[in-house]
């Protein structure tokens, strides 16, 4: 049997990194190439580390310095730049698998591109979703395409999903940590620092995934992604809070009975399930010490303190490229506080302000293309701070 050949697109990144780690822990896969956006230090120890043949590298500049390095440094290593690099590895013909783990909207067009290529698509990159669902779903059931979920929540939905009918499902429950500031009033958040809002309890992810977690902006954005995953109405998913990130979503079904799936805070366990599906494989993971758990709580999001999530409700319900919206005044406000340019609580401040102006101006479409969705940012950037 033939190895699958893995394509990673954010091979740098906290889920690429650990998407090496569990290929090189179990075996039966081969890595044919790497992308990332800029760091070129890390990609440079995981292309000598491979001996991976092809990369790209987003930020052009850092692409010519990359391939500056691997001349020096008498390396076979052909490099590639900017979006045309992501996606000529995205549909490299001899892959088989593309990982897409980049955070941000540079993944839709790498994501596309790999379902119309027909590749099995371990998607990491909620952003390919929540703003091109209505796009890249019908085009993955046309082209018979696997798109297989990689975030804990999805995968979690997945795999309590698996031989049973959809028809018989009732509701999907998103299960969030609630991050560092669970409990905290509006008054108590004024003052927050990166530092404080990087200092996730639970789990180590990326910067900028750590800060929507903390937010809750994260589940109004894995909401909208579920929605288009698994088919589901947005009023059958329901958003609850899990303080001890052990129960990583839920799914009831039409009897009352509820699966969950259940395990430590860890991402390399649905990477592995992505890669190898129910041939589970060992991956040196720690397990769950029941004796020392003694409760499980369930709460409800504070979407009054949390307005991000409230807010993801209100751009569900608009409707159009408005979830695009909301996700691009994200990526801004959450660019400007991790810089220091804003405060905590101006990231929904920042996200309200926009989807009322986007509104006002009447800018909204019900049908949309990539390059509206991309538009989309170019108005979230040309917003006041």
Request: hydrophobic content about 40%; charged content about 25%.
């Amino acid at each position: 049997m033939k190895k699958d050949k893995v394509v990673i697109i954010g091979s740098t990144g906290s889920i690429g990194t650990q998407t090496i780690d569990v290929i090189e822990t179990v075996g039966d896969k081969e890595i044919v190439a790497l992308a990332c956006k800029s760091n070129i230090k890390k990609l440079y120890e995981q292309v000598k580390k491979l001996n991976v043949k092809l990369v790209a590298v987003f930020d052009e500049e850092k692409a010519s310095e990359f391939q500056s390095i691997c001349k020096k440094k008498k390396m076979n290593v052909r490099v590639m730049s900017g979006m045309d690099g992501l996606i000529t590895l995205a549909t490299l013909k001899s892959a088989t698998m593309v990982m897409v783990s980049v955070v941000g909207m540079i993944g839709i067009r790498p994501t596309l591109s790999a379902v119309k290529a027909k590749k099995i698509i371990l998607l990491a990159n909620k952003e390919s979703l929540v703003c091109a669902g209505d796009i890249i779903m019908p085009l993955a059931k046309k082209n018979k395409v696997e798109i297989r979920p990689v975030d804990s929540e999805h995968s979690a939905i997945w795999q309590c999903l698996k031989g049973e009918d959809e028809k018989a499902v009732s509701k999907i429950i998103v299960t969030a940590s609630g991050g560092p500031f669970y409990g905290k009033t509006l008054s108590e958040l004024k003052n927050i620092k990166v530092e404080d809002a990087l200092n996730h309890p639970n789990w180590a992810m990326g910067k900028k995934i750590t800060i929507d977690s903390s937010t809750l902006v994260n589940k109004g954005l894995e909401v909208m992604e579920a929605h288009h995953l698994f088919n589901m109405p947005y009023d059958k998913i329901e958003v609850v809070v899990q303080r001890e990130s052990l129960i990583h979503s839920m799914v009831e079904f039409k009897d009352s009975a509820i699966k969950a799936q259940i395990g430590v805070p860890s991402m390399r366990i649905p990477i592995e399930y992505a890669l190898y599906l129910s041939n589970r494989k060992f991956i040196n993971e720690k397990k769950v010490d029941w004796s020392k758990i003694d409760k499980i709580s369930i709460g409800k999001p504070d979407l009054k303190t949390f307005k991000g999530l409230a807010l993801a409700y209100e751009a569900i319900k608009i409707g159009g490229l408005m979830p695009s919206v909301y996700n691009a005044l994200n990526e801004v406000a959450v660019h400007n506080f991790l810089n220091k340019k804003i405060n905590y609580l101006d990231i929904a401040n920042f996200i309200e302000k926009g989807m009322k102006k986007f509104q006002k101006k009447k800018l909204n479409k019900k049908k949309f293309t990539v390059n509206d969705i991309e538009a989309t940012m170019e108005f979230a950037e040309s917003m006041s701070l």
